[in-house]
């Protein structure tokens, strides 16, 4: 019986461990499958997600920027090439003049060749004529014929009319050869100035041909220039889309860790309402936006790039930049915006040394590009408490501060919130 007993106990106990050892394994599975990313981590894993999408925003500007100055030399070269389009035909346009003119030229100095032998001819023949007269006249001998005038002449009237006509023919060709000879003269100088027109409007043509071949070398050149800017442009684009098709699933990524780091923050509300409801002191609090206007975040209200779409940006402004107080001076006061807690405050690349404050109901509000931070994750802030002091640290160009707004893991206009 005692036997029986002890094994009955023994059983007992043995039951009872089995079922201590169970509910530990069993506690120990549900939590695995209950397990969810720290919080920490997920905000450091958000901090890194903006940290990329920050790099691939600033590569993007760098693609706009490139494309903006591939556009500019585009344009002065196709400005350039349209001008030698213009310089070229209006060079065609004078060599085909000089081209008519150099043949008008040829036709006036062959029609002064054609002159020049006529009269040249004609003289000729006035020469030939007088030579048959004079050997005439030699032949028969002149004393001879005056004295045969004498006798043959019926009176004195009649010798007088035959003298007169021997002086007659020896006169009109002495005057016909002087009047060749000046006739060939005249048309010899213009045919010479026809020819020198001619040598000089040759060279004209010449010169203005080697223009145009100067002007088409330089033309051909542009063209190649302005083929290899739109290949440049065309990479630039490709590399553009393929960036905002990253940047947009880095925002996609953004958004589920924005929707995480809700869900904890959810459900440590709901824990401390619980808790609340236990009489137990809540392990956290969350804040509760309640739609109080914001206070302007800086001393200075000189807004120097504003919120949205820019031209000279391939992507939204998320946030409103404000200038320095004293331009290019550091050390102006950030305040809080709202009531709300840090949930972020460290440095990156891009956004320098920088603030996350959490409102509750889904609002944030970013601080940028401080110089130095005065609060700390989890530190719980007033409106209007100063929380670092501006700068230029990241990606920033300048003093100023970048301040953001998001509503539920988008970003919103932030001058909607200030009073």
């Not at 007992?12 to 530990?24: D, L």
């Not at 997920?42 to 100055?69: F, G, P, R, Y």
């Not at 100067?214 to 033309?219: F, K, P, V």
Request: glycine content about 6%; some cysteine; overall charge negative.
């Amino acid at each position: 019986m005692e036997g029986t007993m002890k094994k009955r106990l023994h059983k007992g106990r043995m039951q009872s461990v089995v079922k201590k050892v169970t509910a530990v394994i069993l506690v120990s599975v549900l939590s695995l499958t209950s397990y969810r990313p720290a919080l920490a981590d997920t905000k450091q894993d958000l901090s890194n997600a903006n940290d990329a999408k920050a790099a691939i925003e600033k590569k993007l500007q760098d693609v706009q920027n490139q494309l903006s100055q591939l556009n500019k030399d585009k344009k002065n070269i196709e400005s350039y090439i349209k001008e030698l389009d213009s310089n070229l035909a209006s060079i065609d346009g004078d060599i085909n003049s000089l081209g008519i003119q150099i043949e008008d030229k040829k036709n006036e100095i062959t029609q002064a060749q054609e002159m020049l032998e006529t009269v040249q001819q004609q003289s000729q023949e006035q020469y030939e004529s007088m030579k048959l007269r004079i050997k005439y006249m030699y032949e028969n001998g002149t004393d001879s014929s005056y004295i045969n005038m004498l006798i043959t002449a019926q009176d004195m009237s009649d010798l007088l009319n035959k003298a007169e006509y021997i002086n007659k023919i020896t006169e009109y060709d002495r005057q016909m050869l002087d009047q060749y000879a000046a006739t060939e003269q005249q048309i010899a100088e213009t045919k010479e100035l026809l020819e020198a027109d001619l040598t000089s409007l040759e060279q004209m043509q010449v010169e203005v041909e080697g223009q145009k071949q100067a002007l088409a070398l330089i033309q051909s050149t542009k063209v190649n220039e302005l083929q290899k800017l739109d290949n440049k442009s065309a990479d630039a684009k490709a590399y553009q889309a393929q960036l905002e098709k990253d940047k947009k699933e880095q925002e996609a990524a953004i958004l589920a860790m924005e929707a995480e780091i809700k869900r904890q923050e959810e459900e440590a509300r709901r824990k401390a309402e619980e808790a609340k409801k236990n009489g137990t002191t809540p392990a956290v609090t969350v804040p509760t936006y309640d739609g109080g206007k914001f206070k302007w975040p800086t001393p200075s209200t000189r807004i120097t790039s504003p919120y949205g779409d820019m031209e000279d940006r391939s992507s939204p402004h998320h946030g409103v930049d404000i200038g320095a107080k004293t331009r290019g001076v550091s050390g102006d006061p950030i305040y809080a915006a709202y009531d709300g807690t840090v949930t972020l405050a460290t440095y990156s690349s891009s956004a320098g040394n920088w603030i996350w404050i959490n409102h509750g109901n889904g609002l944030m509000t970013v601080y940028m590009h401080c110089s130095k931070l005065l609060v700390s994750e989890g530190t719980k802030v007033k409106k209007g408490d100063t929380i670092a002091l501006m700068g230029t640290t990241g990606n920033s160009t300048g003093v100023h501060l970048h301040f953001g707004v998001r509503l539920n893991g988008k970003y919103v206009n932030p001058m909607s919130y200030f009073g």
